[in-house]
Nanobody, 123 residues
Framework: VQLQASGGGLVQAGGSLRLTCAASRHTFSNYAVGWFRQAPGKEREFVAG??????RYADSVKGRFTTSRDNAKNTVYLQMNNLKPEDTAVYYCAADAGITRATMMHSRSWRYWGQGTQVTVSS
């Protein structure tokens, strides 16, 4: 599975961005998709994930970010609202068929990764 993340950019605090993760595989609907981010000097952290049974969010983004998918387009979205300067990071999407709710938050659980897209939120 090849993934390509896009949609990052520079936005002011309180603004919105929508990230897109496009997948190459035609059976993408069977895969869970996760969003992670990594700020300079920090470890990669879980942001959100979506499986057939539902979605899950990190506490830091709950209520502000929403992930959704369009299986017909092999695409997953991350809608980010009310952005804060602390959301600044490189955002990655990941995919795997074997993700459970318990493993979703751990980056090592995911086999396939996109190249990342930079999100910068100015104060």
């Amino acid at each position: 599975v090849q993934l390509q993340a896009s949609g990052g950019g520079l936005v002011q605090a309180g603004g919105s961005l929508r990230l897109t993760c496009a997948a190459s595989r035609h059976t993408f609907s069977n895969y869970a998709v996760g969003w992670f981010r990594q700020a300079p000097g920090k470890e990669r952290e879980f942001v959100a994930g979506i499986r057939w049974s539902g979605d899950r969010y990190a506490d830091s983004v709950k209520g502000r970010f929403t992930t959704s998918r369009d299986n017909a387009k092999n695409t997953v979205y991350l809608q980010m609202n009310n952005l804060k300067p602390e959301d600044t990071a490189v955002y990655y999407c990941a995919a795997d068929a074997g993700i459970t709710r318990a493993t979703m938050m751990h980056s090592r659980s995911w086999r396939y990764w996109g190249q990342g897209t930079q999100v910068t939120v100015s104060s």
